[in-house]
């Protein structure tokens, strides 16, 4: 690491500093993040904090001022698809994980986006942290004030729920 970097440790969700020096090497780099392996743990590093393992961290998204609610959630819809599980190289909407997506707009005209969705099991060892993982992406979308993500498990996910892209990806066609 070329600087101290806030990590979050998968599956536990603790965050963590890494302190400058460390050594380790990416397990995954998808959708603007990364996975990490240091000292036998497992750790996710926001890609705005990429240039502490040697990567560009990705350009500030950008809105016209006068963006329509259909702008916004077309960018929120584009966010969701860089969030991957840590050890499955699909984002969360071509594995099916994201119910709804829902943009409303609160008493003081702010933009709050509700977000219902699952995980491949209910005992996925990120299930404890995943949920603020989707909600910090989400957040970077310009106007966004407010991010609520509801972890369900009704209907309990499956593989049918998966679009022909991830099956095939995955080599399950």
Do not use: H
């Not at 101290?4 to 995954?28: F, H, K, R, W």
């Amino acid at each position: 690491f070329e600087r101290d970097c806030e990590a979050v440790m998968v599956p536990q969700g603790d965050t963590v500093t890494l302190p400058a020096g460390s050594y380790g090497y990416i397990t995954q780099a998808l959708g603007g993040s990364y996975s990490v392996f240091v000292e036998g743990n497992l750790f996710r590093i926001a890609g705005k904090d990429g240039d502490a393992i040697g990567k560009e961290a990705p350009a500030p998204l950008e809105l016209p001022a006068d963006a329509t609610d259909e702008q916004v959630e077309q960018l929120v819809w584009q966010q969701l698809r860089t969030c991957f599980d840590p050890e499955i190289p699909v984002n969360i909407v071509e594995l099916g994980l994201v119910y709804d997506c829902d943009l409303e707009r609160t008493e003081d005209g702010q933009r709050k986006v509700n977000i219902r969705m699952t995980l491949t099991a209910p005992g996925c060892p990120v299930a404890q942290s995943f949920p603020e993982t989707v909600a910090e992406v989400v957040r970077q979308v310009p106007g966004v004030e407010d991010v609520q993500v509801e972890l369900v498990w009704d209907p309990p996910w499956s593989k049918k729920m998966m679009s022909e892209a991830a099956r095939l990806e995955l080599g399950m066609l």
